[in-house]
Structures are given as structure tokens and as C-alpha cells.
């Protein structure tokens, strides 16, 4: 089974930037889509951002043009480079990744344990 442990999180200042990095360790698997979620308190946890393995990236609007996702299949890692952060990014941010397990040749999902971010204005 793949575990995902995420890094990087913390407090900034609005319009400062933060690396967050996603860890995925386990025996015999593959990475093929990488994600990272946020979940503000009280509201529904939603995707930022998702990268298939060396596919095309695709954000949420809100964070268009100020989030990069970005992965590397032989490390098994995946970070989010946030820059321009504004208060309303203020969430536990999650990484999820969809992965072949090359024992039994499954398809399967893990999800991290998240990361903090706040923002203040």
C-alpha cells in the first residue's frame, strides 16, 4: 500500500509564496495522476490541481496562473508551488494520487494526511 506524506506547510504573508511536496513511499508501484485538494474550515474539501504522469496540468480557477503542479515519477514525488497567496488559500491542503500497484496489477487511490497553510492578511 502507498503512504503520502506531505511537507512545507506554514504561515505567509497575502502575496507570498510556499512549496508544498508530497512524498509517495511504498513497495512496487507506479504513479499515474497526481493531485493536490484543500479543504477550508467549513467548506467542502476541493481539487486545486492534477497531473496525470507526464500529462497536462489543470487547476481551479481560483488558483490559475498562481499555483504550479509539478511531479517526478522516478522520485515519486509531487509539489505545489503557490505563489501570490492570498487569505482565502488558508486550508489544510491534501495530496491524492492514483496509482498501479505492479504486484497485483491493481488500480488504486491514496490520500495524505495534509498540510497547513495560512495566509494573513
Same mark, same amino acid.
Given at each position: ?20 511536496? /508530497? ?5 512496487? *508501484? ?36 498562481? *499555483? ?26 491534501? /495530496? ?26
Amino acid at each position: 500500500q502507498v503512504q503520502l506524506v506531505e511537507s512545507g506547510g506554514g504561515s505567509v504573508q497575502a502575496g507570498g509564496s510556499l512549496r508544498l511536496s /508530497c512524498a509517495a513511499s511504498g513497495r512496487s *508501484f507506479r504513479l499515474t495522476a497526481m493531485r493536490w485538494y484543500r479543504q477550508a474550515p467549513g467548506k467542502q474539501r476541493e481539487l486545486v490541481a492534477s497531473m496525470p504522469t507526464g500529462g497536462t496540468a489543470n487547476y481551479a480557477d481560483s488558483v490559475k496562473g498562481r *499555483f504550479t503542479i509539478s511531479g517526478d515519477n522516478a522520485e515519486k514525488t509531487v509539489n505545489l508551488q503557490m505563489t501570490e497567496l492570498k487569505p482565502e488559500d488558508t486550508a489544510n491542503y491534501y /495530496c491524492n494520487a492514483d496509482y498501479r500497484d505492479l504486484l497485483w496489477g491493481r488500480q488504486l487511490n491514496a490520500w495524505g494526511q495534509g498540510t497547513l497553510v495560512t495566509v494573513s492578511s
